[in-house]
């Protein structure tokens, strides 16, 4: 057989072996698709393209929910089993944290959330911070952020990232999730506090930090005076908007 008909054949048949293949369905794993988001180990967790299209073409539901955080006063310096340290000046040595649960369904998607805040004094001291499931929606010192992770939904709270570190005074660097508008007095001085979120800021918190449960979280700090991890008495009202 000549060289140039064994060239021939040897070819043909790549060819038709290659055709078969390609013929066939291709399959892709999730790990092999760029750019895709949520967590393949849990399925369940939603991802934006879940959250936006769910929340604008399904019926909305709305709850008034009341919140309110006493007076507080109390750093607990050295309690080990908290995180806290003991006093040092100009350092993030004590924090007092509050929880409150969001009161919608179980199960329900948050869409949005809007915080109505009356007119009334507020004061803290040092550093007050405010959070959507542990990301931080407002603080008062933006500084501290060196220390703390982010992903798309805003920095995330952890105070054992922040303890012991320098801190700058309270209100001068005041922080803002997502084109949020804010407006909170300086350490120690009475005035108004403001907190305006976004809607697409607040669905990208609840796609980021999915939760059975929405909390809010506000966070007092101390570095080493008596009034320190303080804040006046606070109720406001907020307007969740969510899916069933």
């Not at 199960?107 to 809007?114: H, S, V």
């Not at 952890?158 to 012991?164: A, E, F, N, R």
């Not at 403001?194 to 506000?218: E, F, G, H």
Request: charged share 20%; net charge negative.
């Amino acid at each position: 057989m000549k060289k140039m008909s064994i060239i021939f054949i040897i070819l043909a048949a790549v060819t038709i072996i290659s055709f078969q293949n390609c013929s066939k369905p291709v399959s892709f794993s999730s790990s092999s698709l760029v750019g895709t988001e949520g967590d393949s180990e849990n399925p369940d967790i939603p991802t934006p393209d879940d959250i936006i299209p769910t929340c604008a073409n399904s019926t909305l539901k709305t709850k008034i929910i009341d919140i309110s955080y006493s007076s507080i006063n109390d750093c607990k310096w050295s309690n080990s089993s908290l995180g806290n340290l003991g006093k040092v000046n100009g350092k993030m040595q004590a924090r007092h944290e509050e929880s409150i649960d969001l009161a919608i369904p179980a199960g329900a998607t948050l869409c949005d959330m809007e915080l109505d805040f009356p007119e009334q004094p507020f004061t803290y001291d040092d550093h007050v911070i405010l959070t959507l499931n542990n990301r931080i929606v407002m603080n008062t010192g933006s500084d501290m952020h060196k220390y703390l992770t982010q992903d798309g939904s805003g920095y995330i709270y952890d105070w054992s990232k922040l303890v012991g570190k320098t801190q700058d005074v309270g209100g001068t660097h005041l922080y803002c999730n997502g084109g949020s508008t804010c407006s909170v007095p300086n350490t120690e001085q009475n005035g108004q506090i403001l907190v305006d979120i976004p809607k697409n800021t607040i669905q990208q918190i609840v796609t980021m930090a999915p939760q059975s449960v929405n909390q809010i979280k506000m966070i007092t700090t101390g570095d080493d005076d008596i009034g320190d991890c303080n804040h006046s008495a606070i109720s406001f009202q907020v307007r969740a908007t969510y899916v069933e």
